[in-house]
């Protein structure tokens, strides 16, 4: 179930704006009760299956898995799982932008997977990324399910906003998105299980949630933190983070030079067109190498 920080920032107030890939067609149901859109990503070079009703992936889904470098300590990666992976946006991002990239996706609320496996096949990665239905917290079942294949990365994107916190959702869909049950570090708990020694654990947070994140990491035994700030200005304080946790490391934490959304009112950074719309890494476009 993928966090609900689907925004853009509006240039203007600094403040993040609910939106999501633009609705292309309508009116495909996988479920009787589950009408779909056909939405553009990468400026329509990739199209994806969303529920029209309730969360919907946009800009920072499409942000986030390009935080995801191609290659690691000097080898490129070749397996990624991705936990309460919604429809499959980061994953298949992912797979479509690394070449022989393979994804396991875990998702708790049935209906979605079948979108997510639709979404696979229709991308022609089927046979690279697929998707189940899974309880992520039930650890019997998510060892089972990795039957002993842990993975060199991870993405999550976890519910943040506390129940007691947000208006009441309208699906379960969307109130599984808004809503938290589990803590980050419970999260970081479960992402630990699923990684090799050494592997890197890839997330998306409010910029609020740093210090709790770096808190959580650090009880769970993830460290070397890699946190880069997105701002919709240069001048502008960031309202979202990009961060990587490396599992069974302790180096030092590194502050990246911030990921800029905006040059002018309503004008993508030169950065920000790269991978919005051409489907590029961050990591490529920034010019930066993934070190450990």
């Given amino acids: 179930m993928p966090l609900p920080i689907e925004v853009t920032i509006d240039p203007h107030t600094n403040e993040p704006l609910d939106t999501a890939a633009p609705q292309l067609s309508g ?23 969303q529920p029209q009703q309730g969360f919907r992936a946009g800009t ?3 942000l986030f898995s390009a935080f995801l470098p191609a290659s690691m300590q000097g080898r490129h990666i070749e397996s990624l799982v991705d936990l309460g992976a919604g429809v499959g946006t ?12 393979r994804v396991q996706g875990f998702e708790v609320m049935p209906e979605i997977v079948k979108i997510a ?17 899974l309880d992520i917290f039930d650890s019997q079942a998510l060892q089972q399910a990795l039957a002993g294949r842990q993975a060199q990365a991870l993405v ?3 519910p943040f906003t506390d129940q007691e916190a947000g208006r009441s959702a309208q699906q379960a869909y969307r109130a599984s998105a808004h809503q938290r049950s589990q803590s980050l570090e419970e999260w970081l708990t479960v992402a630990k299980i699923c990684l090799v020694a ?11 949630y740093l210090q709790a994140a770096m808190q959580a990491a650090a009880r769970t035994d993830f460290g070397a933190a890699k946190v880069m700030p997105v701002q919709s200005f240069a ?25 800029v959304l905006y040059s002018a009112p309503g004008q993508h950074s ?10 590029r890494g961050i990591w490529d476009v920034c010019q930066m190498p993934f070190e450990p």
């Fill in 27 to 49: 009116g495909a149901a996988v479920d009787d009760d589950q009408p779909c859109s056909k939405d553009a990503f990468w400026g329509g070079k990739l199209w994806l299956s």
């Fill in 60 to 62: 920072a889904s499409v």
């Fill in 90 to 101: 980061l994953g298949l991002l992912a797979a479509a932008r690394l070449p022989g990239l």
């Fill in 117 to 133: 496996q639709r979404n696979s096949e229709d991308l022609g990665l089927k046979q690279r990324v697929g998707f189940e239905n």
């Fill in 156 to 158: 999550c994107n976890p």
């Fill in 198 to 208: 050494g592997g890197w654990a890839f997330w998306v947070l409010p910029a609020s």
């Fill in 235 to 259: 001048d502008r304080a960031a309202r979202l983070v990009l961060l990587a946790f490396r599992k069974n490391r302790r180096g030092a934490s590194q502050l990246l030079p911030p990921f």
């Fill in 270 to 279: 030169p950065q920000a067109q790269a991978v919005l719309q051409e489907g």
